[in-house]
């Protein structure tokens, strides 16, 4: 069965892994001359882009002007399917990769990994396309100025609704008979892995794939390099995270409260009552985990806020003692970070790490989240400060 893939996508896509590099070397179609030729309909699908691998159907394509339609399901052979190089193959939940999911079964089939395969395998190189849903496709694909239109073509990706109401995406393989056909997978998991030759494949009249209205993305001389494809895909996340940084700035306040951070690439949490400090790390990547505690705006107690240049670690302590000892070996003194609460309203627990270099210390008011970390290893070290909500 096909099913929406947006929001799986979303998931893949929010916990932001770069693309995997290599790169496949072939040329590419001719983009005006097979453009023409297919809204002609003048492209027949039997007279085909040389492979250099029969075999393997074809991943290398010469510089010809005529087209190779797929009208079989590409071997475990061919990398931009069955490697890194297709986004999608990184995760065994969005490809199939013979890798059992949580329950033990497989993934057999998805229509997104299999049009980026496709598209990739007709231009030589990854495609401008992101990495997400069949709608993300077309939107990422006109931002990066690739052409879509309402007129199917021979190379171009199909984006509409299937029969089963799931926003699907397949590929334009012939369009020189009254009714276009098109090659394409669909989201399926199964029991058991049945190797590349099962993976879910079919070539089909496209008013089989489809019920309604279809965009059609046209490829030729769209496709870009695997370091501009990441390079776009970086500056557009970006984008994303300034975007929610301003939502933050109108929400946040600085009235105490105690923000917290998460770097998901070194472990570390990091606490803050700036709400600019706060912007500035989620565009860096930062996740903003919500509040951590409200603190007093002064009390007799500071609360001192350390960090190490090379380990690039904080460390926040109550103890001029332990504050002087970390500026001797080297740690950075950036002044008072908060203040504890002198009538000790309510407690904020430090628990410390033994195997971490990075992120080696939480703090946190809740009782369960201490136990749990201690259960798994950690250390209690009982009391760092006391907050006041």
Request: glycine content about 10%; charged content about 20%; overall charge negative.
């Amino acid at each position: 069965m096909m099913q929406n893939l947006d929001s799986r996508m979303n998931e893949a896509a929010e916990k932001s892994r770069p693309l995997s590099r290599g790169r496949r070397a072939a040329a590419v179609v001719s983009a005006g001359l097979a453009f023409a030729l297919a809204l002609s309909g003048a492209l027949p699908a039997t007279s085909a882009l040389a492979l250099e691998d029969e075999e393997d159907e074809g991943y290398y394509l010469e510089e010809q002007s005529y087209f190779s339609s797929r009208t079989t399901a590409p071997s475990a052979s061919n990398p931009w399917f069955y490697s890194g190089a297709n986004p999608y193959f990184n995760y065994p939940s969005l490809a199939p990769t013979g890798t059992p999911l949580e329950d033990g079964k497989y993934v057999i089939g998805n229509c997104t990994w299999y049009a980026w395969g496709r598209a990739a395998e007709l231009l030589g190189h990854a495609p401008a396309i992101g990495s997400g849903g069949p709608d993300d496709m077309v939107a990422v694909a006109q931002a990066n100025g690739i052409p879509t239109g309402p007129v199917p073509a021979v190379g171009a990706l199909a984006v509409g609704t299937s029969w089963t109401g799931s926003r699907h995406v397949a590929v334009v393989e012939d369009t020189s008979g009254s009714v276009p056909y098109v090659s394409q997978s669909g989201y399926t998991i199964a029991d058991e892995w049945p190797g590349a030759e099962g993976v879910v494949f079919n070539y089909i009249p496209l008013s089989y794939a489809f019920e309604g209205e279809v965009t059609y993305i046209y490829l030729s001389g769209g496709g870009m390099t695997y370091e501009e494809v990441a390079a776009a895909e970086a500056a557009q996340a970006r984008a994303e995270r300034e975007a929610y940084a301003d939502e933050l700035a109108e929400e946040l306040a600085e009235d105490g409260s105690m923000y917290r951070l998460y770097n998901p690439y070194s472990g570390e949490h990091f606490y803050t009552g700036h709400v600019a400090e706060v912007c500035m790390l989620v565009v860096e990547g930062w996740e903003y985990e919500g509040l951590g505690w409200v603190a007093p705006m002064v009390s007799l107690t500071p609360v001192y806020r350390l960090y190490n240049p090379y380990a690039g670690d904080h460390h926040y302590t109550t103890s001029p003692l332990e504050r002087d000892h970390l500026i001797e070996v080297g740690w950075n003194d950036e002044g008072i970070g908060w203040y504890s609460d002198d009538t000790h309203s309510v407690p904020v627990y430090r628990q410390y790490n033994p195997y971490a270099d990075v992120g080696t210390h939480n703090y946190t008011t809740s009782a369960y989240e201490r136990d749990s970390l201690v259960d798994i290893g950690w250390r209690d070290e009982g009391v760092g400060w006391y907050a006041i909500g």
